[in-house]
């Protein structure tokens, strides 16, 4: 079954990686941002981060987290707002992909 932890810092990524997780997920991205991200894989470039929480589906935000060294992302409520149609959040879901090409 996989296991992917949430870590709010350096210290708590690597307590999980010593128990055997590949991905980490960080969390919030938001309040820590892509220079945690960044600093994490100084020391660490081995680290596979998965970024959730504030993740926004706009090419700016999605630059910033792979430009960091995001290994992937993770979106909720930016992408799935409340209220929005399916087709809505069929055209956000698109443009994401479309940017993340």
Known sequence: MPYIPGCG???EVGFAQ???CEVCK???GDVLGPKFVKGLLAPMPWSK???T???EPS???LKAWFGAGAFCVGMG???FPKGATPEEISTKCSN???LLK
């Open 9 to 11: 810092s350096i210290s």
């Open 18 to 20: 010593e128990s055997g």
């Open 26 to 28: 960080v969390f919030p």
């Open 49 to 51: 981060l998965m970024v």
């Open 53 to 55: 929480g504030g993740v």
């Open 59 to 61: 090419e700016e935000n």
């Open 77 to 79: 409520s930016k992408l």
């Open 96 to 98: 994401c992909l479309s």
